[in-house]
């Protein structure tokens, strides 16, 4: 699977939002942005090109890609955050917390410091006031307080995870996956964007 060129005519839409510039990765019928309002550093999302609201409305040709795109970024997120937790989340509906009606899937990597467990899918819906079981707030993995984020906040990002996900591209397959079981989850300082 290669990065596709992003073109200058080409605009990639989520849903009815122009999300070209925020892009950083794109196959023939998916692409990959970096997220509005991030739970932790480099948390993405992977999209099918063409907008459909449930994950069954995809045709196979799609729903091929849409998977293999959402592995191998799974793999290059491990690889560039070396953690050893990674949330995949597909909401598939309203009921799910699906708040964008455009079949999507998060890419969460996920960190020791300040683990929330479970409570990222409560994060992941909307309610910025998640409570762990001691019954305080919920604080995410990375110190980043969830917010929306600036474009060129984002435009910077995906310029980083661009050329990257090109650099990882390059490697073995075994250097992709290459990773220290010894190499301890950064610390809340070295996880700022």
Request: hydrophobic share 35%; charged share 25%.
């Amino acid at each position: 699977m290669k990065n596709l060129p992003l073109l200058s005519t080409t605009s990639l839409n989520f849903y009815k939002f122009d999300v070209t510039r925020q892009v950083f990765f794109q196959t023939e019928h998916t692409f990959s942005i970096v997220n509005l309002k991030p739970i932790t550093t480099h948390h993405i999302l992977v999209i099918p090109k063409r907008s459909c609201k449930k994950l069954f409305e995809l045709n196979q040709e799609e729903v091929a890609d849409f998977y293999s795109t959402i592995h191998l970024l799974y793999r290059f997120i491990r690889h560039l955050t070396n953690t050893n937790g990674v949330n995949l989340a597909i909401q598939d509906g309203e009921l799910s917390g699906q708040s964008v009606p455009h079949v999507h899937a998060h890419i969460i990597p996920r960190f020791e410091n300040g683990n929330m467990g479970d409570k990222v899918y409560d994060l992941l819906k909307g309610n910025d006031q998640a409570k762990n079981s001691a019954g305080d707030v919920a604080k995410p993995d990375a110190p980043i307080q969830r917010r929306e984020r600036s474009m060129e906040e984002m435009i910077s990002e995906a310029s980083h995870l661009k050329d990257m996900v090109n650099e990882w591209l390059k490697l073995s397959e075994e250097e992709k996956d290459k990773q220290s079981k010894d190499i301890p989850d950064y610390s809340e300082k070295d996880t700022e964007i």
